[in-house]
Structure formats: C-alpha cells, structure tokens
C-alpha cells in the first residue's frame, strides 16, 4: 500500500489542522494506521492508532483530549484532527499502516511494528 500524508503547515498555538492520509494499492480496510511524529532532534514518536472498523483507538498521552484519528474506509484515508496545538507539537508527522490488529498499547507504539509509511507532513506551531 501506498500512503500519502498531507495537511501540515504553520498554525499558532492553540490553533488547529487536520492531517489526512491517502492510501493507495491494496485494500485499505485491511490495515491498521497510526501517525507518528519527528521533532528535529528527536526519536520518532508514536501519536495515534485506530483499528481497521475503527472500534480500537489509542493515543499518546501528550494529546489525549485534545487530538481525534478517524477512518473512512470508502474513501481510503485516515485524518488526524488536531486542536488546541502547542509549539511542543511541532514535528514531521507521518502515517503508518500494519496488516496485524492492534491488540495492545506495548505493540501498537512501537514503530517496528508497521509495514508501510508515508512521507510526512511538516507541523509548526508557533507560540
């Protein structure tokens, strides 16, 4: 599958953006996503998962309550609706898809677990 992220930019803090990931190739309903995130100089980090009927979803605990995944399986995309930004959000952020189901918080956080990337949208917010 091939994933394709867009919606990034430059917002001020506590403003919002909504990311979206299209997918192309295989059947999309068949894959877990998650989006990751990359501040300059630091690991990649987990942000977001949802299952493949959207009945699981996990998050980080930095943007619980504050960022919403969701799926529409017709249309092949999965968005990242993110409010109340803060500057520490700035990051690449890129969406990620996994043939196995999500069955744990461990596994579905760890990056080694997925099988295809996007090549990431730029986030900046400033303070």
């Known amino acids: 599958v091939q994933l394709q992220a867009s919606g990034g930019g430059l917002v001020q803090a506590g403003g919002s953006l909504r990311l979206s990931c299209a997918a192309s190739?295989?059947?999309?309903?068949?894959?877990?996503m998650a989006w990751f995130r990359q501040a300059p100089g630091k690991e990649r980090e987990f942000v977001a998962a949802?299952?493949?009927?959207?009945?699981?979803?996990y998050y980080v605990d930095s943007v619980k309550g504050r960022f919403t995944i969701s799926r529409d399986n017709a249309k092949n995309t999965v968005y990242l609706q993110m409010n109340s930004l803060k500057p520490e959000d700035t990051a690449l952020y890129y969406c990620?898809?996994?043939?196995?189901?999500?069955?744990?918080?461990?596994?579905?956080?760890?990056?080694?677990?997925?099988?295809?990337w996007g090549q990431g949208t730029l986030v900046t917010v400033s303070s």
């Open positions: 949802i299952s493949r009927n959207s009945g699981v979803i």
């Open positions: 190739g295989r059947t999309f309903s068949a894959y877990a």
């Open positions: 990620a898809a996994r043939l196995p189901p999500l069955t744990n918080y461990y596994s579905t956080q760890s990056d080694g677990r997925y099988d295809y």
